[in-house]
């Protein structure tokens, strides 16, 4: 039977030395074993993964790059413990319009860690969008999360 992973990933957003939070909660995703992947409802991690208030995320921009820190889940979608050994990697996914992230980028050596944080380097002047999915030791990778966005000054 295969295990669902979700997390919610909490992403914030620092404006003037100011984080906001962006949060929510809930997911669609089917538990009964079959294919399929839990849709997270704030900035997430879901390869088949649970949602988590502990999986938080933050973007960060100094000139032309957005740094993304994130918390990694708990437990599956099923309510199973997640282990952090069960984490094999993280997919960003990011572009200049919500609707089209045709860019994507991947942090890997995700096993073990609780706390990561990857940078987005060469961002053009504009607002980015992100989302970030987990992908667990059997290949099983999350839904996106919600989309969150950066303004890179020009």
């Not at 900035?43 to 208030?53: K, R």
């Not at 987005?120 to 999350?142: H, M, V």
């Amino acid at each position: 039977m295969e295990k669902w992973i979700s997390s919610v990933l909490y992403f914030g957003v620092v404006f003037g030395g100011m984080l906001i939070l962006l949060t929510g909660c809930g997911g669609d995703g089917d538990e009964s074993g079959t294919a399929g992947v839990a849709k997270p409802s704030a900035v997430v991690a879901t390869a088949n993964i649970t949602e988590d208030s502990t999986a938080r995320s933050t973007v960060n921009s100094t000139a032309n790059q957005a740094t993304l820190s994130w918390r990694a889940p708990a437990t599956r979608v099923n309510g199973d413990a997640l282990s952090g050994q069960d984490l094999a990697s993280y997919e960003i996914r990011y572009g200049t319009s919500a609707e089209n992230l045709n860019r994507s980028a991947v942090f890997d050596g995700a096993a073990g860690l609780i706390d990561m944080s990857y940078t987005i380097e060469n961002l053009s002047a504009g607002t980015w969008y992100f989302t970030i999915q987990a992908r667990d030791d059997n290949g099983l990778l999350s839904s996106p999360s919600v989309v969150v966005s950066k303004n890179i000054p020009g």
